[in-house]
């Protein structure tokens, strides 16, 4: 069993021969089965808004593969309102079979080819006349809390769904948001006046207030109007960071183009993706691309440009990767469980991860070894304008940054197939292969 599944009793995740596989729980087959028959699984698929399965057997399903998993803390803002946004889309539809979506947790998005789907197949139930929204409090927490801080405050507060898994507390979200936000009536209502309702009741029995299916649809359109009003202007360092450097830019995307014809990968590793430039020539050629970067202006513009379906850019900070986490730190996959790129890209990036951040040579290559078959990396020199500038404010203690120290570190992991100079610079391209 996949650790992440242990706490729905509807059935459980599994993984065989490197297949995943959905096991069904007697006390569900019966609510699958309905869902199945009144439309609404086809509805749901044919709008692609939830992935599609096959039936192995009475109790077992095979939904369709995913690239990758990703984590809500690890998506740029875009992806997360998207997400929401299917959320209440599906919780709509569902009224309309008769059915109400029980969990609204984030976890049960996934991007599969450009789109956020819903991957929990076992997430419905019927509908009770009168009955709220079950999942209105998780909905807030993952969805709404985050995206109201990220727009309002910051959008780095976002990062805090990996330390609250399980959403961000309302009272939290409402202490950080700023005072003039009570002036939005769907903040106020939804987060605001949610969280202090549920503090004034956490010592009271509970009792459940009938809403009408009329009024819980309003609730839904509430929610949905806040979502949509949401956004973020993006502000990053680096998100022009190509238009500086058109001089090399051409020669460096026909090197790319090249070695991805040598080594014809299926999914590639972009860490420190930027915009994803490049990750566009990979995915033009029907490569599954995970774009990374720590800037989520740049995230957010690669997303936002809809560039390839096979690509999907996150925000990670390769020096603080997404660690294992959750109960017995295993409920969420750490970046190295997720590893199956057959290549990496490691372009204008060395020299960040060597002088900004005091990293040395071996132990980046040892690290891409372990992550990686092929390497496609950039060595950026000392001369080279980028690393002048990182060393305008810090003293010079790099003596073995060098392009002969560099190429002997990594050959001691990787063989060093070709190593090209990019026209109008002085730095090298290098197509590397583990030894």
């Known amino acids: 069993m996949i650790s992440s599944s242990f706490r729905d009793p509807s059935g459980y995740v599994f993984k065989k021969e490197g297949v995943i596989y959905r096991k069904v729980s007697g006390s569900y087959k019966n609510t699958l089965t309905r869902v199945m028959e009144c439309g609404l699984y086809q509805d749901l698929v044919d709008s692609s808004l939830m992935l599609p399965f096959k039936a192995i057997d009475e109790d077992t399903i095979m939904p369709e593969q995913l690239a990758f998993i990703s984590y809500p803390f690890e998506w740029c803002f875009s992806q ?19 059915m109400i979506l029980k969990d609204a947790s984030a976890y049960n998005i996934q991007f599969h080819e450009g789109k956020p789907m819903l991957i929990d197949h076992l997430s419905f139930e019927v509908y009770q006349e009168g009955e709220p929204w079950i999942a209105y409090k998780q909905f807030c927490e993952h969805f709404l809390a985050p995206l109201a801080l990220a727009s309002y405050k910051d959008v780095r507060l976002q990062r805090l769904l990996g330390v609250f898994i399980g959403g961000i507390p309302l009272d939290l979200a409402s202490s950080l948001l700023p005072f003039w936000t009570n002036l939005n009536l769907h903040l106020l209502l939804h987060i605001k006046a949610h969280s202090a309702s549920q503090k004034h009741y956490e010592d009271k029995p509970l009792v459940k207030k009938k809403i009408s299916r009329v009024s819980l649809l309003g609730v839904l359109d509430s929610l949905e109007s806040c979502v949509k009003k949401l956004s973020w202007k993006s502000k990053g360092v680096w998100a022009d960071y190509y238009s500086e450097d058109s001089g090399y830019i051409r020669h460096k995307e026909k090197l790319v183009d090249s070695f991805l014809d040598k080594i014809n990968p299926k999914v590639v590793w972009d860490i420190g993706a930027n915009t994803g430039l490049f990750s566009s020539i990979a995915g033009r050629k029907g490569i599954q691309v995970i774009s990374f970067d720590s800037d989520p202006a740049c995230v957010e513009k690669s997303y936002l440009s809809k560039s390839n379906p096979n690509i999907l850019p996150l925000v990670l ?28 890209f490691a372009l204008a990036l060395i020299h960040h991860l060597a002088i900004s951040n005091n990293l040395p040579l071996g132990m980046i290559a040892g690290f891409l070894k372990d992550i990686c078959h092929t390497l496609i990396i950039e060595f950026v020199p000392k001369g080279d304008p980028k690393v002048q500038k990182l060393l305008s404010t810090r003293k010079d203690v790099f003596p073995n940054y060098t392009q002969g120290a560099f190429e002997e570190e990594f050959d001691k992991f990787f063989a060093i197939k070709e190593g090209v100079k990019v026209e109008g610079s002085d730095r090298t391209l290098y197509l590397m292969e583990g030894a």
Do not use: F
Not at 80 to 95: F, M, N, P, W
Not at 321 to 340: I, V
């Open 317 to 344: 900070d390769l020096t603080n990767p997404s660690p294992g986490t959750g109960w017995g730190n295993a409920e969420r996959m750490s970046l190295r469980e997720r590893k199956g790129a057959d290549t990496v």
């Open 80 to 98: 997360l309102k998207d997400a929401a946004l299917v959320t209440l889309g599906i919780a709509k539809r569902t009224l309309s079979y008769g």
